[in-house]
């Protein structure tokens, strides 16, 4: 069974920085298409970062050029550094599995969700 263990969140001002990370078991990140998501009070939960098994990225609009998601085979874990860090960013954020069609990122998930890890941003 899949587990994923996200940290790494916290409060912070607007214009700040986070690190998350999501620590893996069960499978393997770099065998899988991988992705962030985040699910903000009262919306859906939305992909707004992926990496691909051959390490092609993509972002959601929202955070194009401040967020960077990477991994480390070695640690199995996953990473998403997140500069310029703006109030509407607050939500919990998620790891998880995409599905990737060849030009599509789509969300998709390994059966169970982790907690999640929750960012604030005061402005």
């Known amino acids: 069974q899949v587990q994923l263990v996200e940290s790494g969140g916290g409060l912070v001002q607007a214009g700040g920085s986070l690190r998350l990370s999501c620590a893996t078991s069960?499978?393997?990140?770099?065998?899988?298409?991988m992705g962030w998501y985040r699910q903000a009070p009262g919306k859906q939960r939305e992909l707004v970062a992926a990496?691909?098994?051959?390490?092609?990225?993509n972002y959601a609009d929202s955070v194009k050029g401040r967020f960077t998601i990477s991994r480390d085979n070695a640690k199995n874990t996953l990473y998403l550094q997140m500069n310029s860090l703006k109030p509407e960013d607050t939500a919990v954020y998620y790891c998880?599995?995409?599905?990737?069609?060849?030009?599509?990122?789509?969300?998709?998930?390994?059966?169970?969700w982790g907690q999640g890890t929750q960012v604030t941003v005061s402005s």
């Open positions: 990496i691909t098994i051959s390490g092609r990225t």
């Open positions: 998880n599995s995409v599905r990737f069609s060849g030009y599509a990122y789509l969300p998709s998930d390994f059966g169970s």
């Open positions: 069960g499978t393997t990140v770099s065998i899988n298409h």
